[in-house]
């Protein structure tokens, strides 16, 4: 079965920190770019953050620049979100996303997701 699955998620005080992974089966994990979505209730999905297949390559969201991390290991097909400095507006479901366009066909793979709920 081709499916990301995320990890990590749970109930965290502002201010604290959880790490996020998600374990990929199923394709060539180092061909894909991986980005992390959130979602939260009410709202539409935000893009949090991308990294490119080598690794080389990161971009976030304005509203976790600074705070949020995205690495991978494609010895192990995971990618992970290092979260700190917590805050409210980061509750939401969050989402692993993997993409590749090869030729002109682009492979597009979510996990189901995992929440995190930050309060006080």
């Known amino acids: 079965q081709v499916q990301p699955v995320e990890s990590g998620g749970g109930l965290v005080k502002p201010g604290g920190s959880l790490r996020l992974s998600c374990a990929a089966s199923?394709?060539?994990?180092?061909?894909?770019?991986m980005n992390w979505y959130r979602q939260a209730p009410g709202k539409a999905r935000e893009l949090v953050a991308v990294i490119t297949t080598g690794g080389g390559i990161t971009k976030y969201g304005d509203s976790v620049k600074g705070r949020f991390t995205i690495s991978r290991d494609n010895g192990k097909n995971t990618v992970y979100l290092q979260m700190n400095s917590l805050k409210p507006e980061d509750t939401a479901v969050y989402y692993c996303?993997?993409?590749?366009?090869?030729?002109?066909?682009?492979?597009?793979?979510w996990g189901q997701g995992t929440q995190v709920t930050v309060f006080s």
């Open positions: 199923g394709f060539t994990f180092s061909s894909f770019t």
């Open positions: 996303n993997a993409v590749r366009l090869h030729d002109l066909y682009e492979y597009d793979y």
